[in-house]
């Protein structure tokens, strides 16, 4: 026993008892080492990662509001030019048919406190009532990109065949078609009467032409154009509630994900054709406000989607700090601060570079492209830092996974959540797997962390 084991008159109370109990019980040399603290950098780093995720989950929030701010300032200014270049969203209503008769009208006028009465004649417009529709419609989607915006833009080609009869006593009938959007382009322009071509008076956003057809004759009109809108197209059958005989509406599409508005009637029957739907509408004596449309698919719009990913990337960091941290630990390997500040960067390069790259390229090649860029600085980086096995093995299966698997999941609509769920739930089980027999007291003093079941 030496000297310097024994407690001297000037140490204190607490001193005293660590000396005596280290001396006559050996194997708690360890326990009591780890009361002052056996290893005083271990929460100083913890510390320093958990600022670097603060800081880096700060960048990422900048990031995001950037990128959804500059898509929606896009957005409201690209959608007047394509609008303003294309067309815009469309809804065609059936022509009409009138008679117009004069009717004497009393009024009543006031001139310098003098109140007159006179009659004057009034045009009155009475509609034919639609006996028969036959309608076709062929929509194909061609969308297209203007900054980090897709837009839903779309052909149409329109045909309608209808039967009114001349139910009035007069004679002259005035047949009109109004076209479903005022500025937009109207090619193959048809509107014939019985098989005969009408010469048409053009009037502010619509065509119109007067026929002679005696009371009680059947007219069938038919109309046709070819034009362009923009993410949706809808056929109105009238003002509020109508009434609608004997009507057939065929829509075609070139496209699989149809989707029909608010208010939208669905259709009777429903047939795949070679590129897309064959949609048809049968009515024998209908009443209803609503109407019968077609909203365009959407592609992934690749601003809103830069954006959501940037939001959850600290979730990704999360995960991958984690899983690092815990596989460098049980292996010995020793990570500085700042090798997890660097790796954080290259993170961030991640969604820096795809929030500017998907302005130019498809959002999938942009995607691959920041995902090979991120896995090459963290893998290269870690190379020379802790040797090419936990480089290339580890921390690029770790990065693949939380960073461009959970990322590419916000692709799958409606899935997101399901999938970062499920990686949560493999993660936990693995590195419960993985440290099942380590001894956390052991490795807190420094020791090798001996399986407590071994």
């Known amino acids: 026993m030496a000297a310097s084991d024994f407690p001297t008159r000037d140490e204190g109370h607490v001193t ?52 959804v701010a500059r898509s929606d300032s896009a957005g409201s200014g690209l959608s007047k030019d394509v609008q303003s270049n ?25 001139q310098n406190g003098t109140t007159t009465t006179k009659v004057v004649d009034e045009i009155v417009d009475t509609p034919l009532p639609v006996e028969q529709s036959r309608i076709r419609v062929a929509l194909d989607l061609e969308q297209r990109q203007k900054g980090l915006l897709w837009f839903a833009t779309y052909r149409v080609a329109f045909h309608g065949d209808y039967i009114f009869r001349n139910t009035n006593t007069g004679d002259p009938v005035t047949v009109k078609l109004v076209f479903p959007a005022p500025d937009a382009i109207y090619d193959d322009l048809v509107v014939r009467a019985d098989g005969q071509p009408l ?23 038919e109309v046709g154009y ?25 829509i075609r599409t070139n496209f699989d994900a149809i989707d029909f508005p608010q208010g939208g009637l669905s259709p009777t029957t429903k047939q795949k054709a070679d590129r897309g739907w064959l949609l048809t509408w049968k009515f024998s004596n209908l009443v209803t406000g609503y109407r019968v449309g077609m909203i365009m698919p959407e592609k992934l719009q690749p601003g809103p989607l830069a954006g959501r990913i940037s939001f959850f ?16 630990s049980l292996r010995g390997i020793d990570l500085h601060p700042m090798h997890y500040f660097f790796l954080a960067t290259s993170f961030f390069a991640f969604h820096l570079l795809l929030a500017y790259l998907a302005d130019h390229i498809s959002i999938h090649a942009a995607f691959a492209i920041c995902s090979a860029v991120s896995i090459f600085l963290v893998v290269s980086y ?15 299966t770790a990065q693949f996974i939380y960073l ?8 799958f609509k409606g899935f997101t959540g399901l999938a970062i769920t499920i990686g949560a739930i493999v993660t936990l089980f693995v590195v419960m797997q993985m440290t099942a027999r380590i001894d956390w007291r052991a490795k807190g003093r420094g020791g090798a962390g001996v399986g407590i079941g071994a």
């Open 16 to 67: 005293v008892f660590l000396k005596l109990t280290t001396r006559f019980f050996p194997h708690s040399r360890h326990e009591i080492a780890t009361i002052g603290g056996d290893d005083p950098f271990m929460g100083k780093n913890i510390a320093a990662i958990v600022v670097i995720f603060l800081f880096t989950t700060l960048a990422w929030m900048i990031l995001g509001v950037s990128v």
């Open 86 to 110: 294309w067309g815009s969203p469309q809804q065609q209503s059936p022509p009409a048919a009138f008679v117009s008769h004069t009717v004497p009208k009393t009024v009543q006028e006031t």
């Open 199 to 221: 010469p048409l008076t053009t009037e502010k956003g619509a065509v119109s032409a007067v026929i002679h057809r005696p009371p009680g004759a059947p007219i069938r009109v």
């Open 226 to 250: 070819r034009s362009q809108g923009l993410s949706t197209w809808d056929y109105k059958f009238g003002e509020d509630v109508s009434q609608v005989h004997d009507c057939v509406i065929e």
């Open 313 to 328: 990337a600290p979730v990704s960091l999360l995960f991958f700090f984690f899983l690092i941290f815990i596989i460098a």
């Open 382 to 396: 870690l190379r020379i830092v802790t040797g090419s096995r936990f480089a290339f093995v580890e921390a690029a």
């Open 404 to 411: 461009v698997l959970f990322s590419y999941a916000f692709f």
